[in-house]
């Protein structure tokens, strides 16, 4: 079975399957992609020698197309590089070796939020899902940098932001979003869904570990079970949607006082 072939199997096994007339498509698109690069460089295709100056070059080429249908190009070939990575055959997909000289050169990405949105595409995340996470998670990774003071610290390895990341931050996280940002409960449930589904991403990844808390368990099971305190006192739980298993809060805002520097102290 050659490797188009593996990859419309692939998406066809998914849980969240594409249609048919998606499938159809996408194999469509990388096909073109293919017979591209054989035809260009006479030579049978190798995704390991893929790079992202040569995604620029076929885009480039695909001039007789409408801005839509490059970027339906593009997407295709990113669910197909990046489902290459998943089943080991390439290290990395070659959207995520951008080089000082490319075009389309971007900033730094500490955060690894291209890849994480490299990773939504794969698994049929709709461009408003995608955007929200992102959003989100921004949001997030902004407000802890600022909080925990990585960008001023003087040792470089007091900068990494995911050493500062565990269950206590998140806490003060949601808590500030419900007093401060007087967000409603249905905003705070999202923003931590995308919260715990890029942390997840983030340990399937290698990038972080699992963090241990107070019961041994991860950080990640537990950021989706934060309870949040509606405006009538009563508890909306906080539950990712994709993971419907029964979560149970393990930090208790009664236990603390509702005074800022005291509820500080308290927590340390």
């Known amino acids: 079975m050659d ?4 990859f419309v199997k692939y998406l066809a096994s998914q849980k969240q399957k594409p249609s048919k007339t998606t499938i159809k498509n996408y194999k469509a698109d990388v096909r073109q992609f293919i017979d591209w690069f054989n035809n260009q460089f006479h030579k049978k295709f190798k995704p390991g020698t893929i790079t992202y100056e040569l995604l620029e070059s076929y885009k480039k080429s695909l001039t007789h197309l409408s801005t839509s249908s490059v970027e339906r190009h593009l997407s295709s070939l990113r669910k197909f590089f990046t489902f290459l990575k998943l089943e080991g055959i390439i290290s990395k997909s070659p959207f995520e070796l951008r080089t000082p000289n490319s075009e389309l050169r971007t900033p730094n990405d500490p955060w690894q939020l291209r890849s994480f949105k490299d990773y939504l595409y794969v698994y049929n995340s709709s461009h408003l899902t995608i955007k929200n996470y992102i ?5 997030f990774l902004t407000w802890a940098e600022k909080v ?3 960008k001023d610290a003087w040792d470089a390895r007091e900068k990494n932001i995911f050493k500062k990341i565990d269950s206590f931050l998140i806490q003060e996280y949601k808590e500030r979003l419900l007093t401060e940002a007087k967000l409603s409960p249905v905003s705070i449930n999202r923003k931590l869904s995308s919260l715990r589904k890029y942390l997840s991403w983030l340990e399937e990844e290698g990038i972080i570990r699992n963090f241990e808390v107070g019961n041994g368990k991860s950080l990640t099971p537990e950021v989706g079970n934060l309870d949040v305190l509606t405006s009538r006192n009563q508890k909306f739980k906080i539950s990712n949607i994709q993971d419907q298993e029964p979560l149970t809060s393990h930090v208790k805002d009664s236990e603390y006082s ?3 520097p005291f509820r500080l102290v308290q927590k340390i």
Do not use: N
């Open 3 to 6: 490797l188009l072939d593996k």
């Open 135 to 139: 959003m989100d998670v921004r949001q």
């Open 148 to 150: 925990t003071g990585v």
């Open 258 to 260: 509702p005074f800022p």
